[in-house]
């Protein structure tokens, strides 16, 4: 019997161990969790721009989204201050399953990208970091507001150049053709001793029909006619005429 209760007590105590010890595991993985939820959401990752402008970016939480401030300011130069500037960018990254095992790594590769820019608010309008590239856009930072918000300066006006006057064209009056004298003609004088010419105009005959005249029938060709053959109308009026002569 005392074997019995010794065995059940080592056992008693071995499961209490193993408890204990889930429990000191689960208290080191909230406590790193918390580490790290404190390392992105208390302290600000810095970095200066390509023109040297000192930036901060802070993470925030706004209900379902993550929010990201990235402030900056620019070296004064002289009396001068330097340009001050903010911008806002918005997202879900905890839909990537690598930002949630390092979501400070997620943002340190998001500032890879805005330190390579002279102005940081400038840059693309959404950020892909390496570890979360193959998300979609809802998973990655979205650009939403920036200020201020005309940040580029003000092109200058051109610079007008002097007009030149404007020489009024001459123009040059139409030649008006000159009007010509009518020709008079001057009657030749006539020599003396020599009496004028008159030049006489013959008209031009026309064309003369000839008409045959027709001769009155003579007594003895009526008898011819009348009595001979139509053969011998000749002859025989001319012996009819013989013999009347």
């Keep these: 019997m005392e ?3 010794r065995v059940s ?3 008693l105590a071995a499961t209490v161990c193993v408890s204990n010890a889930q429990t000191n595991n689960g208290s080191n993985d909230n406590k790193q969790q918390q580490q790290q939820q404190r390392s992105i959401w208390d302290e600000p990752i810095r ?3 390509k023109a040297k402008d000192s930036c901060t970016m802070v993470v925030s939480g706004a209900g379902d989204y993550t929010r990201l401030r990235v402030s900056c300011k620019g070296p004064s130069q002289g009396q001068t201050v330097g340009r001050s500037y903010y911008c806002d960018f918005q ?3 905890n839909l990537c399953r690598p930002y949630n095992g390092n979501p400070r790594h997620y943002f340190t590769q998001m500032m890879w990208d805005l330190r390579k820019l002279s102005h940081a608010c400038q840059g693309a309008k959404i ?3 390496q570890m979360c590239k193959k998300h979609p856009d809802e998973a990655q930072m979205t650009f939403v507001t920036s200020w201020p918000r005309s940040s580029n300066p003000k092109p200058s006006k051109p610079v007008q150049e002097p007009r030149k006057p404007v020489v009024p064209v001459q123009i040059k009056p139409v030649a008006t053709p000159k009007p010509v004298k009518p020709q008079t003609f001057q009657p030749v004088k006539p020599q003396p001793g020599k009496a004028p010419q008159i030049k006489k105009t013959t008209p031009k005959p ?3 029909t000839t008409r045959t005249t027709e001769q009155p029938e003579s007594p003895s060709s009526r008898v011819a006619s009348e009595y001979c053959w139509k053969s011998f109308h000749g002859v025989c009026s001319y012996v009819i ?4 002569n």
């Excluded at 005429?241 to 009347?244: D, G, P, V």
């Design 47 to 49: 970095f200066n721009t």
């Design 206 to 208: 026309g064309k003369t």
């Design 91 to 93: 997202g879900k990254p």
């Design 241 to 244: 005429s013989w013999f009347q």
């Design 3 to 5: 074997a019995v209760a």
């Design 9 to 11: 007590l080592l056992f």
């Design 127 to 129: 950020y892909r970091p």
